[in-house]
């Protein structure tokens, strides 16, 4: 069993709530949790029911085992919408770095194609979306140990793994709305991958927002993060009805 979290917003007893599922960082490998404590606080006091993550670490476990851990995290959440009083049809996904580019797939290719089994389908569905130093196209990347790991070799080595495993591939017109943040001196995840995963939305007419944070690089995009907090709430808002 993995963790989840849950925080419980202040709000009138009997009221359906919007709940955000929250996916951390970490190059698929590492880190918990706790880093996304900070926004999980903000976005309880915006109304909603938020649910905090873990997933399984690559290497031991490769790719597709992150995104079926949340999967299943999203059909804990239908199970217990009653419990928690949550509108199934307002969640929204949230997620940094490897935790952005597993929300991005929960949002584009879990409801259906091959990427959907055995644990993905309707229940998956997301309302928006906000997501920062986001690996939007793996096969930009190089051969580094991080995207190596997760898929289990390299570009040549596993070609079709890594189109597989880049969101952008899954943009089409039903996509929910977008909120993508990024540093533009991010040297981890360039900046195109932002930009680019924005136009493919913009091609396909689905709503997005790219907001740049000047001088930040990856970790500090995520560190300094206020301003690009403060816009993803409203947009979330705008899109799926936040509480507050």
Same mark, same amino acid.
């Given at each position: ?32 949790? $706790? ?51 949550? $509108? ?38 997301? *309302? ?11 096969? *930009?990347?190089? $051969? ?47 900046? $195109? ?43 979330? *808002? ?7």
């Amino acid at each position: 069993p993995l963790e989840v979290r849950v925080r419980l917003p202040a709000t009138p007893a009997g009221a359906l709530r919007p709940a955000a599922l929250i996916v951390h960082g970490g190059g698929w490998r590492r880190r918990s949790p $706790d880093d996304m404590e900070g926004i999980a606080r903000q976005l309880a006091g915006q109304g909603y029911v938020t649910v905090n993550v873990a997933y399984r670490f690559a290497p031991r476990y490769r790719f597709p085992a992150q995104l079926q851990d949340l999967q299943q995290a999203m059909a804990w959440i239908h199970a217990n919408a009653d419990r928690f009083r949550i $509108d199934t049809d307002r969640i929204v996904g949230v997620g940094y770095s490897s935790g952005a580019h597993l929300v991005s797939l929960l949002a584009l290719a879990s409801q259906t194609g091959p990427l959907a089994e055995p644990y993905g389908g309707d229940h998956t569905r997301l *309302k928006a979306v906000a997501v920062g130093g986001l690996p939007g196209n793996l096969t *930009k990347f190089d $051969d580094g140990p991080l995207v190596v790991g997760l898929l289990g070799g390299t570009r040549q080595e596993r070609p079709e793994a890594y189109v597989q495993a880049s969101p952008i591939h899954y943009v089409t017109p039903q996509a929910p709305p977008f909120f993508i943040f990024h540093g533009n001196r991010d040297r981890l995840v360039p900046v $195109d991958q932002a930009r680019n995963f924005y136009l493919a939305l913009q091609d396909q007419g689905v709503p997005a927002e790219l907001y740049l944070q000047r001088g930040r690089g990856h970790i500090g995009s995520f560190l300094l993060r206020r301003g690009a907090m403060k816009a993803a709430m409203a947009f979330l *808002k705008r899109e799926a009805g936040g509480g507050g």
